[in-house]
Nanobody, 126 residues
């Protein structure tokens, strides 16, 4: 059974930085494409970033491009999201997710992911 546990969220001032971590267990982490999504109350879950199993390809939402960096350490079964130049609109619960092994289509669609963490709150004060 796949388990994903996020950490690293918190309260930060606008312009600051945070690094989120997602520790995975229950399978061959190195073979998974991993994604980060975020959600605010009353809105749909929003794609943030994704990284393929081999670190070859990374994806970013336009809203975070140039400010966020996704990376992974397969030896530690962990995926990271480095967030810099944070804005108040980045405030959300952030989730990591494992993409379906047979997934097709855009990595931006949450329906293409089958395992999710519990989320970690990021609050950016202006």
């Amino acid at each position: 059974q796949v388990q994903l546990v996020e950490s690293g969220g918190g309260l930060v001032q606008a312009g600051g930085s945070l690094r989120l971590s997602c520790a995975a267990s229950g399978g061959i982490f190195g073979s998974w494409t991993m994604g980060w999504f975020r959600q605010v109350p009353g809105k749909e879950r929003e794609f943030v970033s994704a990284i393929t199993s081999s670190n070859v390809i990374v994806y970013y939402a336009d809203s975070v491009k140039g400010r966020f960096t996704i990376s992974r350490d397969n030896a530690k079964n962990t995926v990271f999201l480095r967030m810099a130049s944070l804005k108040s609109e980045d405030t959300a619960v952030y989730y990591c997710a494992r993409r379906l092994l047979s997934g097709s289509g855009s990595v931006e669609h949450s329906s293409g992911y089958d395992s999710w963490g519990q989320g970690t709150q990021v609050t950016v004060s202006s």
